[in-house]
């Protein structure tokens, strides 16, 4: 029994850490994104055409531009205009390309949701089936509350 309780927190502690890791992503993909448009710009020196462009300290800019802070949706929205770029189109989430590391993480969330859903299904003596409902509840209310914290209304269930 003690065994079972040690694998379940293991369990636990890793799902958290792909969680908070997935919580992380939309950040990391347009700070990403933001480096490649200046990168594209092809600009003579970055930070003081980005400054005078937009209007922004030159502090903040140069933490943006080092990844020290991650962009604001506020300054994409002011460099886009400042250069003709389409906010749209660049800073969207849209689904990942073949081969794209995002792709990676879904087939990893994929298998580890199944597993935990084997895991469970052994550990309280139900099928695996009956296991991945219980957890597409869990996610759910989960999902729920990690919209509650930024202040919005809760998911529509899928």
């Known amino acids: 029994m003690r065994e079972i309780r040690e694998k379940n927190k293991y369990f636990e502690r890793k799902i958290k850490t792909i969680i ?3 919580l992380q992503k939309p950040e990391d993909i347009r700070q990403q994104r933001f480096l490649d448009e200046v990168n594209k710009l ?3 020196f970055p930070g ?3 400054v005078k462009a937009t209007g922004y300290n030159s502090g903040v800019v140069s933490e943006y531009l080092n990844s020290k ?3 604001s949706e506020r300054f994409l929205r002011e460099f ?3 250069f003709n ?3 749209t ?3 969207t989430e849209k689904p990942a390309p073949p081969g794209d590391p995002i792709n ?6 994929k298998v580890l949701y199944q597993r935990v859903a084997k895991l469970e299904a052994e550990r309280l003596g139900i099928s695996v089936d009956d296991a991945l409902d219980e957890l597409d509840r869990d996610t759910t209310i989960a999902w729920w509350d990690l919209e509650k914290e930024k202040g919005q209304d809760s998911p529509q269930a899928e």
Do not use: H, Y
């Open 20 to 22: 908070e890791t997935m």
């Open 42 to 44: 092809n600009l003579r």
């Open 48 to 50: 003081r055409e980005i």
């Open 69 to 71: 802070k991650n962009v």
């Open 80 to 82: 886009c205009k400042a």
């Open 85 to 87: 770029l389409d906010f």
């Open 89 to 91: 189109e660049i800073f």
């Open 104 to 109: 990676r993480e879904r087939a990893l969330i």
